[in-house]
């Protein structure tokens, strides 16, 4: 309603990266189970569930895939791909920050680790509940990156 930002997460995700450093390329895909959704408000997690957000109820899932990663150097900057949510699919640019790599401290795997974001028009995907004046459209996605090598 225009008086406070509220936050979000999801707390089931899975995803594979597959990256060629030396090469320059590789590939991302993204799967986020959308009933996991906390807002650390019950109601609100009920609510953005429902047919007027997430409709978990026939869409459980949400997906990026991406197989354009741009680099800088060694490090990766940014991942070009798809966003599927509520079965719409759009092109996405995740910006990718603190993009780092090396031994883990504790148990010793190679692994990488960054921060994606971007900022998306949720209204492209056909969620305008509450639109234009009681809830944003614009929606800022920021996705944390742990991956290890297999």
């Not at 189970?33 to 007027?52: A, F, G, V, W």
Request: aromatic share 8%.
């Amino acid at each position: 309603m225009g008086f406070s930002q509220q936050r979000g997460s999801f707390a089931k995700s899975t995803g594979k990266i597959m990256l060629d450093r030396a090469a320059k390329k590789g590939s991302v895909e993204i799967v986020i189970d959308t009933t996991s959704i906390r807002t650390y408000d019950p109601r609100l997690d009920e609510q953005m569930k429902s047919e007027n957000f997430f409709n978990v109820a026939k869409y459980p899932t949400l997906t990026f895939k991406g197989n354009n990663i741009v680099f800088d150097g060694d490090r990766v900057v940014q991942v070009d791909g798809d966003l599927t949510m509520l079965g719409v699919t759009k092109p996405v640019s995740l910006k990718v920050a603190n993009f780092v790599c090396g031994e883990h401290p504790t148990n010793k795997k190679p692994m990488c680790g960054a921060e994606a974001t971007t900022t998306i028009m949720r209204s492209e995907w056909g969620m305008k509940y509450g639109m234009p004046k009681a809830v944003s459209d614009e929606i800022k996605l920021t996705i944390p990156i742990e991956a290890y090598k297999d």
